[in-house]
């Protein structure tokens, strides 16, 4: 069965650094998310993606973030100077078109702000 | 935007007993509601969803219902048994964005007991 992969797993960092997450999304999905969940807290949509730009981005979501899709299969989230209230569970989700509901979702990528 | 509460945030069971989750929302207009299911380490899993036009929805030991005039929907698990043992998390999100930005609940840790 087809499945989101992110990597890493687990990444530390000092606060400041910049950090790049992973994601393959499934390979015939057309629509492209990140989401994070804190610790305790609920998930929270951060970005949706589709046709090569952000079809949608929550207040979380600030110049600090960004997304790319640099080649036919990897989706990234860039943060470009990490605080530590940037620690969270990151997780990311494809779907295949807007209308059926269904996210799949990766596994997740956890970052420790340090 | 969406709020979405979620309750209770934990839930013991015993073993072939009925669990109920509930969820309330805050936008009129969402009109799709799905349920995941997070085990422990793993990722959010799809387990039922319902839309709009319907009040509710069964698939074997699992149902959703749906009030739209109160902007309520639960979760039914009958039968319960210990591998249901996980964190569950309602959402509720318009498709009329053109993505599935979700709305997650806080979740409900279910244990259930043999």
């Known amino acids: 069965e087809p499945e989101v992969t992110q990597t890493p797993s687990h990444q530390v960092t000092q606060m400041g650094q910049e950090v790049i997450l992973r994601c393959v999304p499934i390979s015939n999905h057309l629509y492209f998310y990140w989401y994070r969940q804190i610790l305790g807290q609920k998930v929270e949509f951060l970005v949706s993606?589709?046709?090569?730009?952000?079809?949608?981005k929550s207040e979380i979501f600030d110049d600090q973030f960004s997304v790319e899709r640099p080649d036919g299969s990897n989706f990234t989230l860039k943060i470009r100077s990490t605080k530590l209230e940037d620690s969270a569970m990151y997780f990311c989700?494809?779907?295949?078109?807007?209308?059926?509901?269904?996210?799949?979702f990766g596994e997740g990528s956890r970052l420790t702000v340090l | 935007g969406e709020n979405v509460e979620q309750h209770p945030s934990t839930l013991s069971v015993q073993e072939g007993d009925s669990a109920v989750i509930k969820c309330t929302y805050s936008?009129?207009?969402?009109?799709?509601f799905p349920w995941y299911k997070q085990e422990l380490g793993k990722r959010p899993q799809l387990i039922i969803d319902i839309r709009s036009n319907v009040g509710e929805k069964k698939d074997q030991r699992i149902a959703v219902t749906l009030n739209k005039t109160a902007k309520h929907f639960s979760l039914h698990i009958t039968e319960t048994q210990p591998e249901d043992s996980a964190v569950y998390f309602c959402a509720a999100t318009t498709d009329q964005t053109g993505a599935n930005n979700l709305f997650f609940g806080t979740g409900t840790r279910l244990t259930v007991i043999p």
């Open positions: 936008d009129s207009a969402s009109n799709y």
């Open positions: 993606f589709y046709n090569n730009e952000i079809s949608e």
């Open positions: 989700a494809s779907s295949e078109n807007s209308n059926t509901g269904e996210l799949f």
